[in-house]
């Protein structure tokens, strides 16, 4: 089991903003012996947030192992060659560290910064879907054409990240099973959670695909190391392979702390 932390740049709290030194965050987590890093994503959200790539490139910067991702990028909320020249820069500049978890958009932050970029809130999903079709190839400097029938080569390529999925809905399970290597969620009920991933599997095994990863952004994880521990051991009997917790206030570092004893409890 992978445990990893949100960097401290946002807060679905309006009145609670927190946003703290990436570079000291980033390189509490590495010392910690955390196996992850990660960054939200949104033009304009309900409230502050800081620019994914640029969060994680400067990340990147100031460790050495832990992984970096994101969590959950919004592919269609930018043109996928210049996403796809980020993210493959990002993988060359880290040393094949980045996982790229990519989502739709929560609609609790409403459509103002879709507009904002010059696209529509309505049919990204389809977007996204047109995103990850040829992402593979745009990331690794391969030939390939776009939806508009335009054929493009981005140099230098890269080594191709895992792109993960992420959302609860049956879509967005599917969306997994079709182009990514694993599906994120956030659930804090466990039966709910056995059903969404058996439906999941189910998805791949359909695609003739194998088993699929599960990384789980733990919200209501007892504040006890050693309940927490037993939750986390108990996502892991259910095929969850990495959790993902958040800060919770301005005192990032003591939620690092918390996810490092948790991992070492396990």
Do not use: C
Not at 65 to 94: F, H, M
Not at 130 to 157: I, K, W
Not at 220 to 243: I, K, N, P
């Amino acid at each position: 089991m992978e445990i990893g932390v949100i960097l401290p740049t946002s807060t679905p709290d309006p009145e609670q903003p927190i946003l703290g030194d990436v570079r000291a965050s980033a390189r509490f987590a590495e010392e910690l012996g955390l196996d992850s890093i990660w960054s939200t994503d949104h033009l304009i959200a309900t409230a502050p947030m800081l620019d994914s790539t640029v969060t994680l490139a400067t990340a990147a910067a100031v460790t050495d192992r832990i992984g970096i991702g994101y969590n959950v990028l919004l592919l269609a909320l930018r043109p996928v060659a210049w996403a796809a020249k980020q993210i493959s820069t990002l993988q060359t500049l880290s040393g094949n560290r980045l996982v790229v978890g990519v989502g739709t958009g929560n609609p609790a932050h409403g459509d103002i910064g879709w507009r904002a970029a010059g696209t529509s809130f309505e049919g990204r999903g389809r977007r996204t879907d047109e995103a990850l079709r040829v992402l593979p190839g745009l990331v690794t400097g391969q030939p390939t054409t776009l939806a508009d029938g335009l054929e493009v080569t981005l140099a230098p390529g890269s080594s191709m990240p895992p792109i993960l999925v992420g959302g609860n809905s049956t879509r967005a399970r599917r969306r997994a099973a079709t182009y990514a290597d694993g599906w994120i969620t956030i659930q804090s009920d466990p039966e709910q959670l056995a059903k969404d991933i058996a439906e999941l599997q189910e998805f791949a095994a359909e695609r003739e695909r194998a088993p699929l990863s599960v990384t789980v952004l733990a919200v209501g994880l007892s504040s006890d190391v050693g309940e927490a521990a037993a939750q986390v051991s108990a996502y892991a009997a259910q095929g969850v392979s990495r959790v993902v917790t958040l800060p919770t206030d301005a005192d990032w570092r003591r939620g690092y702390e918390f996810a490092a004893k948790v991992r070492a409890a396990l």
